[in-house]
């Protein structure tokens, strides 16, 4: 998906009633790792479903966000932050489903990688040197 567009976390096939924490990972371009933790209950159906289901305190927000576990991602050293470099290459994001709350984590029920793009296909970037102009063109 494109970084600025919505993401849609949904979980199925867990038990009815079933208390979770999801976890997310991403490794910046420079080797840091940022982290976001929150914590859910299923349904009675045992699904998962980020657009309706609050976080329940103790991760790293609680409430109706369903892209909280992006805009909570925090670096693991001080006074870092997340800046993206070279826009042609997407960020890597791990997410984990865990069992239960609390640290450490419970056991690992699922996991999956996913690619937040900067560009469109099709997009091309032109670096623009005009005089004292410096400058990125992003076509179309």
Same mark, same amino acid.
């Not at 929150?38 to 980020?50: E, F, K, M, P, S």
């Not at 609390?102 to 690619?115: K, Y």
């Given at each position: 998906?494109l970084?600025?567009?919505?993401?849609?976390?949904?979980? %199925?096939?867990? &038990?009815? $009633? %079933?208390?979770? !924490?999801?976890?997310?990972?991403? $490794?910046?371009?420079? &080797?840091e790792?940022l982290?976001? /933790?929150? /914590?859910y =209950?299923? &349904?009675?159906?045992?699904?998962?479903?980020? !657009? /309706? /289901?609050?976080?329940?305190?103790?991760?790293?927000?609680?409430g109706?966000?369903?892209m909280?576990?992006? $805009?909570?991602?925090?670096? %693991?050293? @001080?006074?870092r932050r997340?800046?993206?470099?070279d826009?042609? !290459?997407p960020?890597?994001? %791990?997410?984990?489903?865990?069992?239960?709350?609390g640290?450490? @984590?419970?056991?690992?029920l699922? =996991?999956?990688q996913?690619?937040?793009a900067?560009?469109?296909?099709?997009?091309r970037r032109?670096?623009?040197r005009?005089?004292?102009?410096?400058a990125?063109?992003?076509?179309?």
């Amino acid at each position: 998906s494109l970084f600025d567009e919505p993401l849609a976390i949904a979980v %199925q096939d867990l &038990g009815p $009633w %079933q208390q979770v !924490t999801l976890r997310m990972s991403l $490794w910046d371009e420079v &080797g840091e790792l940022l982290q976001a /933790c929150a /914590c859910y =209950q299923t &349904g009675d159906d045992g699904g998962l479903d980020l !657009t /309706c /289901c609050p976080a329940l305190p103790g991760g790293s927000f609680s409430g109706l966000e369903p892209m909280g576990l992006l $805009w909570a991602l925090q670096p %693991q050293k @001080p006074f870092r932050r997340l800046v993206k470099r070279d826009v042609q !290459t997407p960020f890597l994001l %791990q997410l984990e489903v865990f069992e239960g709350h609390g640290e450490p @984590p419970g056991r690992l029920l699922a =996991q999956v990688q996913h690619e937040r793009a900067f560009l469109r296909d099709g997009v091309r970037r032109v670096p623009v040197r005009e005089g004292r102009i410096r400058a990125t063109l992003f076509l179309p």
